[in-house]
């Protein structure tokens, strides 16, 4: 996973709520054994027209933001199902930061581990960088995760939360699955007395 | 078992987190345990290449089961899988099974099905588990009084890995269901009741118990139906308390614990359900004798309306956001505020899925299609959920009710709930479903649902639009 610090970078307004995952990447496209080259089929149903080519009046195939890095969106944002093909699309395209009021819980834990950094803020301050991100270039958000900031293109700078462990894991590109393996002995422990305690559960 | 004076009541869903947390830390994440995961050929393979190129083992092959069910053709078993990227998928997993050593059900197993209806059927979900799949209607196990979830691929390789998954707590929310359903009302009705009432983000950070004499005489199947659609309702798990229905439902199957350990679990199991005086954070009530049959006009699941109604008015809407997101999904459906939704034509009906493909759901559907014809011009698929429902099925006679009606009687897996294998929807072709989303391109691009119980579907399709299952007698 690639390290989180600071992104300057564009914001590509998509003011549309309960934004699922079938939408963000289409069920066809969970054929690949592969995590990468998902970015062309991001949001494949809204971005493309019916002949395949690229419908001009969809916020990412317009200019800048087809270099956006970060997408400002509405609530509920990766409902449905658990495909973690979404964050990889999102990855894949470029994006490295997702500002909405909420998001779905799967999604959530989803992207972190793809080292997309997804901020939630309140509606009111999220209509304003919505607007920020419909001034295109000019108005890039700045996303410090160490001092866990928004800094939006007036210099305003809006705080917001996340959990320390998964602030840690993305400050230092961790591999989850290699940290946990390293307290092999606890998880032994635990089966050892979870195999007296529950012993039908070890067939 | 004697509680110590002063123990705080718990929750079901307490219970069960405590009784798995191998280790806590400072800010509340835990380290929890995974008893057993189901594994499937969508959201696995990049896992099993996880592991492989960092050169892991899985920790325990033995409590995980793997089976294809997204990709596969409902038709002919016989034949190689013509898409060459499902062909891949599928032998992809069954490189993965043999290479790690999981037990896998193969296609022509006649135990082979959709992923969490075979794990019930199997007797591999059992109360007080926690059990994980990387699919979000993993909920479904729920019914069990099983802390069942869906997570994404990097959760699967931690968890085959680790056996372990990082988590913070939920909340606990209990949705009570008082009341006798009436006629024509089931289970389905029930959950999309509640998802329309608490909304598809209602749930978010929560778990829910369903209780309550409505959810108590529900069967283990109907259970199943609400649990698979808490996801709907943007929770992560739903539960119900285990009880003799659950034990009588779980007895002899091929993976339950059998003899002395059946003994020594069902004691257990008994433990489980909330103390007294349990609280929620979140309470909800409905009165299950206030519901209709229900349908969604829209493109969310929260999109829900009695039968006898009419397709909302996006100007009624509570926001701005929301109104646009109305006016939206009635373009994508193609259809007007104010249409009667039973003078809706369908062109499709489709029974099946993880939500209705078990044997009460053919059931219900057979007896509305028994000595019927399904209208013309309508294409009507029966897709079992398991080879042993479609066995079950077969005994009873229950295809041959079905292909007299003109219904196709297929084999086992996912089909039509969603657009990865061959059985999908025509873009602007309209479907009455049984299966748990109708978000746009859901069952293949442009393709238009409306969910529904399986009752329901059968009497959408011999009508050749959507109906009121109460005037079928
Ligand atoms: S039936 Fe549908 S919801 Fe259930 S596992 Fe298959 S695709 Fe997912």
């Known amino acids: 996973m690639e390290k989180f610090t600071t992104l300057i970078a564009i914001a590509a307004p998509l003011p549309m709520i309960n934004v699922d995952t079938d939408k963000i990447i289409p069920a066809k496209w969970l054929k690949t054994i592969k995590r990468t080259g998902l970015g062309p089929a991001l949001f494949e149903a809204i971005r493309y027209r019916k002949d395949g080519s690229e419908d001009p009046g969809f916020v990412l195939n317009k200019e800048p933001y087809r270099h956006a890095e970060i997408l400002v969106t509405g609530e509920n944002f990766g409902c449905g199902s ?51 991100a419909e001034k295109g270039a000019n108005a890039r958000l700045t996303v410090d995760l160490e001092r866990q900031v928004v800094v939006r293109p007036d210099g305003e700078e809006v705080p917001f939360d996340i959990d320390p462990f998964r602030k840690h894991c993305l400050l230092n590109g961790l591999d989850e699955v290699g940290l946990t393996l390293q307290k092999a002995e606890t998880i032994g422990g635990f089966e050892a007395r979870q195999k007296t305690a529950t012993p039908w559960l070890y067939r | 078992m004697v509680q110590p004076a002063k123990a705080k009541p718990k929750t079901l869903f307490d219970k069960i987190w405590d009784s798995h947390v191998v280790e806590r830390s400072d800010d509340g994440t835990c380290l929890l345990y995974i008893d057993r995961q189901l594994v499937h050929e969508v959201t696995s393979a990049q896992a099993f290449e996880g592991l492989r190129l960092t050169g892991r083992k899985v920790r325990r092959p033995e409590a995980n089961l793997a089976v294809c069910d997204h990709n596969v053709p409902t038709t002919d078993r016989g034949k190689p899988i013509e898409d060459e990227d499902s062909r891949i998928q599928v ?49 479904t196990h729920g019914a069990f009084g099983a802390l069942a979830f869906g997570v994404g691929t990097s959760e699967v390789e931690h968890v085959l890995a680790t056996q372990t998954l990082y988590q913070k707590p939920a909340k606990n929310m209990r949705i009570t269901v008082t009341g006798t359903p009436h006629r024509g009302v089931g289970a389905k009705d029930i959950i999309l009741a509640i998802i329309g009432k608490i909304g598809t983000a209602g749930g978010t950070g929560h778990v829910v118990e369903f209780a309550g004499p409505a959810i108590e005489a529900l069967s283990m199947e109907g259970r199943m139906t609400v649990c698979n659609m808490t996801i709907e309702a943007g929770a992560r798990a739903g539960l119900v308390a285990p009880d003799q229905k659950t034990y009588d439902y779980m007895a002899g199957k091929p993976m339950a614990p059998k003899g002395g350990a059946w003994e020594m679990a069902l004691a257990y199991w008994k433990t489980l359900p909330s103390d007294p005086g349990a609280t929620y954070d979140r309470e909800v009530k409905l009165d299950a004798s206030d519901i209709a049959p229900l349908v969604t006009w829209g493109t969310s699941p929260e999109d829900v309306v009695p039968i006898t109604g009419a397709v909302p008015d996006p100007s009624t809407a509570r926001d701005d956001n929301k109104r646009r997101a109305m006016e939206r999904a009635l373009e994508y459906m193609g259809i007007t505020a104010g249409t009667k939704m039973t003078d809706i034509p369908i062109q499709t009906a489709f029974i099946g899925s993880c939500t209705n493909g078990r044997i009460e759901d053919l059931r219900a559907a057979a007896a509305i299609a028994r000595g019927r014809k399904v209208a013309d011009g309508v294409r009507a698929l029966v897709v079992p959920g398991s080879g042993l429902v479609k066995h079950q099925a077969e005994e009873e006679g229950l295809d041959r009710i079905f292909t007299e009606a003109g219904f196709e009687w297929r084999e086992a897996g996912c089909s039509m709930c969603l657009a990865m294998n061959p059985d999908k929807l025509a873009p602007g072709e309209r479907a009455a479903s049984t299966s748990n989303r109708n978000f746009e391109g859901r069952q293949g691009p442009g393709g238009r649902t409306h969910l529904m119980s399986p009752a329901m579907v059968a009497a959408a399709a011999i009508r050749g639009r959507i109906a009121d299952v109460r005037d079928f007698d």
């Not at chain 1, 395209?93 to 080292?115: L, T």
């Not at chain 2, 992923?115 to 059927?121: F, L």
């Open chain 1, 82 to 132: 658990s495909r973690e093909h979404a964050p990889w699309a999102l990855l894949d395209f470029g994006f490295r930061c997702i500002i909405a009021p909420d998001f779905a819980d799967i999604f959530y834990s989803n992207a972190f581990k793809n080292g997309i950094l997804l901020v939630k803020l309140p509606q009111a301050t999220v209509d304003k960088m919505m607007a920020d």
């Open chain 2, 91 to 139: 032998a992809e997993l069954e490189r993965n099974v043999r290479e790690f050593g999981i037990p896998y059900f193969p296609l022509t197993d006649a135990r082979q099905g959709i992923v969490h209806i075979i794990g019930p059927e199997q007797g591999f979900t059992q109360p007080g588990m926690t059990l994980v799949c990387g699919d979000s209607h993993t909920a």
